[in-house]
């Protein structure tokens, strides 16, 4: 997909039009560029919001905007368990990833010996995200 993706921009750099930006948005979603994918999505219902793909492409949109993405939870020292929004069931131990929707979270990680750490993060959509969290 990196050269379709190539091709694309440059034809598009050359004579920009829609379905340039659609097929650009298909290479970059094909190709896990998602938060490029969603700017050119969006572009392209900027350009063309009455074109018969709109419906498709909107849904498209939508889909990017509410996935859930990967939060890569780390602490220090490593093997806290981590819960998320008040859960009282661990959902792993550091370092793990958290699948988590875009939106505002709360991280709890406990460890014995150490206080539990709770930490407040926003998930943005269409990426990916780490955090560490040092237990005292």
């Known amino acids: 997909y990196p050269a379709a993706v190539a091709s694309f921009r440059e034809a598009n750099g050359l004579v920009p ?3 340039t930006l659609y097929n650009l948005g298909r290479a970059l979603e094909a190709a896990g560029s998602r938060r490029e994918a969603l700017e050119v999505f969006a572009q392209y219902l900027d350009l063309a919001p ?3 793909d709109a419906p498709e492409v909107g849904a498209r949109l939508r889909a990017l905007r509410e996935a ?3 939060v890569l939870v780390r602490s220090v020292p ?3 368990a981590v819960r998320v929004d008040g859960a009282e069931a661990t959902v792993c ?3 793990c990833p958290v699948s988590l929707p875009p ?3 709360t991280l709890v990680l406990a460890r014995p010996g150490f206080r539990a750490a709770a930490e ?3 998930v943005r959509p269409a990426t990916s ?3 560490t969290v040092t237990l005292v």
């Open 17 to 19: 039009h829609p379905d």
């Open 50 to 52: 009455t074109s018969t």
């Open 68 to 70: 859930p993405v990967a």
């Open 78 to 80: 490593d093997g806290a």
């Open 93 to 95: 131990r550091t370092p």
């Open 103 to 105: 939106g505002e979270h």
């Open 120 to 122: 407040r993060i926003t």
């Open 129 to 131: 995200d780490e955090r």
